[in-house]
């Protein structure tokens, strides 16, 4: 994989994660008083790309892990695809130095 395609993958990575955590919270600015089926497409989302971070919260929906707070999911969901862009960045940053190159942003 050349450095381009890296860098590349990352920046669409992080674009992706951020506009999805946004959606998810502007989506909870105004609940609905029926099911956001939209809402929920984010959360499943943020939790495919948290993986494997989020293989807890994805309990969810078996019903094992009851009372805990909406907000609790959101950030059950979406902290572990934030997670994995920093571990990507790191990633990144340690193999350009690993290969004499100085880091880029």
């Known amino acids: 994989m050349t450095r381009l ?3 590349t993958m990352w920046w669409n990575h ?3 994660v951020v506009l999805l955590v946004g959606f998810v919270l502007f989506r909870g600015i105004s609940p609905t008083p ?4 939209g809402r929920g497409l984010g959360l499943m989302s943020l939790e495919i790309l948290g993986m494997p971070w989020t293989s807890s919260s994805m309990a969810r ?3 094992q892990l009851p009372g805990l707070d ?5 950030a059950a969901s979406s902290g572990g695809a ?4 920093v571990l990507h960045a790191a990633l990144l940053t340690v193999w350009d130095r690993c290969r004499g190159r100085k880091p880029t942003s």
């Open 14 to 16: 992080c674009v992706l």
């Open 82 to 85: 934030v997670l994995n862009v």
């Open 70 to 74: 909406d907000r609790a999911w959101v």
């Open 61 to 63: 929906f078996a019903d």
């Open 5 to 7: 395609v890296a860098r």
């Open 34 to 37: 029926d099911a956001d089926i």
